[in-house]
């Protein structure tokens, strides 16, 4: 279902209410992380490309330990997300079965 389908207050009160804004806030900091040491090694002479490649690489474990909240966050609200699916999809086949 649709964040955007459910009252104001229904999303509050929802676990995963918050999943979308805090999945696209941990993919901004983590562009934001690339970037930095991106820059950080340019300001070395360090070629572009190569210097985006290394922040690439470096940002992966640097983003899992910086924003380790953050990522708990997602983690939790995409269970929440999981576990209501699947009981909607065990509520609707029971239905389709006619036990309910």
């Known amino acids: 279902m649709d964040e955007a389908a459910l009252p104001e ?15 696209a806030l941990y ?13 950080v090694l340019v300001l070395f002479d360090i070629p572009l490309l190569v210097a985006v490649a290394v922040g690439l690489v470096a940002g992966f474990p640097l983003g899992v330990l910086l924003f380790r909240g953050l990522n708990s966050r997602i983690t939790a609200g995409l269970a929440a997300r999981h576990a209501t699916r699947n009981a909607e999809r065990d509520r ?9």
């Open 9 to 23: 207050a229904e999303t509050e009160r929802r676990p995963d209410g918050h999943l979308g804004r805090d999945l």
């Open 27 to 39: 993919t901004a900091l983590r562009v934001v992380l690339v970037a930095a040491v991106a820059w």
């Open 92 to 100: 609707l086949r029971a239905q389709l079965r006619g036990e309910l």
